[in-house]
């Protein structure tokens, strides 16, 4: 269960903007919205118009051992995406990823729906959408999905999905964090860009044994049509 401290933790961060907070993007305005990427590099590439939706990733990255090479491969993800839209221009907007972060981190045997409760974002459709791996289909491999098709203001919407292939890749500060990604839309109509960044954790251990594991992440990420 979480600690009081967690708890508070989240109850402060997020009781200022619960106030004004709408419950899905389509009632948000995010017409001044503007994403920042580090300054020089060219892996990512930041859109100079606003973005359709913003969200907060909390979920695993799932690994397997290769154990020729003695390391991890990955092997899928999954993730809640739900809204902080209506968080931008507010002071918690900086302090969500963060928030969901430690929540997500200080607790074990809760699920990531649990975590999406704690942080009151489920009614009136709060959780986005979920994001994970299905079969390439352009190529080989797997490739990442956002699927929206069944929450939100998308709910049954059938193309209320993207699924990408990766455009820009940028590695994190920190080795215990997934890179962060710039991703063009190869199918479906939910966007034609996203954009995860503010990462934390999702990296698996350098060396393994056999078997699978998964590995607890939160990021942020931003939809752009």
């Not at 009081?4 to 903007?17: E, R």
């Not at 969500?96 to 607790?107: E, G, I, L």
Request: a negative charge.
């Amino acid at each position: 269960m979480l600690t009081f401290n967690i708890l508070a933790l989240v109850i402060l961060g997020y009781a200022d903007a619960s106030r004004a907070r709408k419950h899905h993007s389509a009632g948000c305005d995010l017409s001044g919205a503007r994403l920042n990427v580090p300054a020089n590099q060219t892996q990512l590439i930041a859109p100079t118009y606003a973005p359709s939706y913003i969200g907060i990733g909390v979920g695993t990255q799932n690994y397997t051992c290769n154990t020729t090479l003695s390391t991890y491969t990955l092997v899928g993800a999954y993730g809640e995406i739900f809204d902080s839209s209506c968080l931008y221009g507010t002071s918690s907007f900086e302090s969500a990823p963060t928030v969901a972060s430690n929540v997500w981190y200080a607790t074990t045997n809760v699920t990531v729906q649990q975590i999406v409760t704690i942080l009151g974002l489920t009614h009136n459709s709060g959780v986005l959408g979920q994001q994970y791996y299905v079969p390439n289909p352009v190529g080989t491999g797997l490739s990442p999905k956002w699927d929206f098709t069944s929450s939100g203001a998308t709910a049954g919407d059938p193309n209320a999905y993207v699924i990408g292939a990766k455009v820009g890749d940028l590695p994190s500060a920190n080795s215990s964090d997934i890179d962060e990604l710039m991703v063009k839309a190869v199918e479906g109509e939910l966007a034609s860009l996203v954009f995860r960044v503010d990462t934390d954790g999702g990296q698996p251990p350098a060396q393994c044994e056999a078997g699978n594991i998964t590995v607890k992440y939160t990021a942020q990420y931003w939809f752009f049509s």
